[in-house]
Each structure stands twice: as structure tokens, then as C-alpha cells.
């Protein structure tokens, strides 16, 4: 497992960042920046794709499935945004922010942090 230490600690922080970054599209959805919040939102997609491919091993040989399931979720979520900003449904999209994709990236950092802890204790 040492091998996949650098890629956890990177997970862990790239989720944090999406976090985040996810927060500030609120922020910028409420100020009516709807391009700059868009913009944000694929570097958030970005990021997703490369914590989904990086901790895909990982999970796999720690037989994680239960985040493997909340990481469905996170990209279900972000699916979800996608139609929402698709149709300029801005209002949705700060709904499916607050009560969707936050949580959900929330929820998958706790698991990250908890699956990783044995082999990140220094």
C-alpha cells in the first residue's frame, strides 16, 4: 500500500479542492457570474475525473466499494449540474450545489480520509 500513498494524500487534497471550488460556484451563481461559474465548474469535472481515475486501483485492492458507491454518487450529482447548467437553469443548479454535489464530495472526502488513515499515519 505504500506505493499508493502520494495518489491518497493527492485524492484527499484534490477533493478538498473541489469542495471548495463547488462553494465558490455558489458564491458566483448568487453574483449572477453565471460564465465564470460555468468555467469553474469544468475544472471541478476536471478534477473528478482525475481523483476517479488515480483512486480507482486503490480502491480496489482495499476493497472499498462503499466509497467506491459514493464516488456514483459524486459523479451522478455532477451529471445532474451539468443539465441544469445545460438548460441555464442557474437556480437549480445552486440547488443541486447546495444539496447535491456538496454533500456528496463532502461525504466522499470523510470516506477517503477513513479508508486511508491506516497508511497515512506518519
Given amino acids: 500500500m505504500?506505493?499508493?500513498r502520494d495518489i491518497m494524500?493527492?485524492?484527499?487534497?484534490?477533493?478538498?479542492?473541489?469542495?471548495?471550488?463547488?462553494?465558490h460556484m455558489q458564491v458566483l451563481?448568487?453574483?449572477?457570474?453565471?460564465?465564470?461559474?460555468?468555467i469553474l465548474f469544468e475544472d471541478v469535472m476536471k478534477?473528478?475525473?482525475?481523483?476517479e481515475r488515480s483512486v480507482a486501483p486503490?480502491?480496489?485492492?482495499?476493497?472499498?466499494?462503499?466509497?467506491?458507491g459514493q464516488?456514483?454518487?459524486?459523479?451522478?450529482?455532477?451529471?445532474?449540474?451539468?443539465?441544469?447548467f445545460e438548460r441555464k437553469n442557474f437556480?437549480?443548479?445552486?440547488?443541486l450545489l447546495q444539496f447535491g454535489l456538496i454533500p456528496a464530495l463532502k461525504k466522499?472526502?470523510?470516506?477517503?480520509?477513513q479508508a486511508f488513515s491506516t497508511y497515512l499515519v506518519s
Avoid: C, P, W
Fill in 2 to 4: 505504500q506505493k499508493y
Fill in 9 to 23: 494524500v493527492q485524492v484527499i487534497d484534490l477533493t478538498s479542492t473541489m469542495i471548495e471550488g463547488a462553494a
Fill in 29 to 38: 451563481l448568487n453574483e449572477g457570474k453565471f460564465e465564470q461559474s460555468i
Fill in 47 to 51: 478534477a473528478y475525473s482525475a481523483v
Fill in 58 to 68: 486503490v480502491l480496489v485492492e482495499l476493497e472499498e466499494e462503499e466509497v467506491q
Fill in 71 to 84: 464516488l456514483v454518487r459524486v459523479r451522478e450529482s455532477l451529471e445532474l449540474v451539468v443539465s441544469a
Fill in 91 to 95: 437556480a437549480h443548479s445552486k440547488e
Fill in 108 to 113: 466522499a472526502e470523510t470516506q477517503f480520509i
